[in-house]
């Protein structure tokens, strides 16, 4: 019942740009740390961006100055911004949310489907 959803990932020509968000969805009391990850074929899954709910942010040296992560906590959605976008971009991107739900007090690590993005050269 407690889910992320991801949108917004596709193909775009190299130095184009994408908008992906996440949005948290069930009995979610709050949460707290929000991020981005990615996963290109034959690598490691690697943290792109996070942000915290006071909106302190953190990137990956790879896209600073590039990618632009944000929230919105009122309804529940994180957002990554991708400009000049690159083809080493390409991979598969999954939201995760560290989040605290009630009834019992639970401390949760969520994560998204996954959406792809491809960028050609």
């Known amino acids: 019942q407690v889910q992320l959803v991801e949108s917004g990932g596709g193909l775009v020509q190299a130095g184009g740009s994408l908008r992906l968000s996440c949005r948290a969805s069930?009995?979610?009391?709050?949460?707290?740390?929000m991020g981005w990850y990615r996963q290109a074929p034959g690598k490691q899954r690697e943290l792109v961006a996070d942000?915290?709910?006071?909106?302190?942010?953190n990137y990956a040296i790879s896209v600073k100055g590039r990618f632009t992560i944000s929230r919105d906590n009122a309804e529940n959605t994180v957002y990554l911004l991708m400009n000049s976008l690159k083809p080493e971009d390409t991979a598969v991107y999954y939201c995760?949310?560290?989040?605290?739900?009630?009834?019992?007090?639970?401390?949760?690590?969520?994560w998204g489907q996954g959406t792809l993005v491809t960028v050609s050269s």
């Open positions: 942000i915290t709910r006071g909106a302190t942010t």
């Open positions: 995760n949310a560290e989040a605290i739900v009630l009834g019992p007090y639970r401390h949760l690590q969520l």
């Open positions: 069930g009995n979610i009391f709050s949460i707290n740390a």
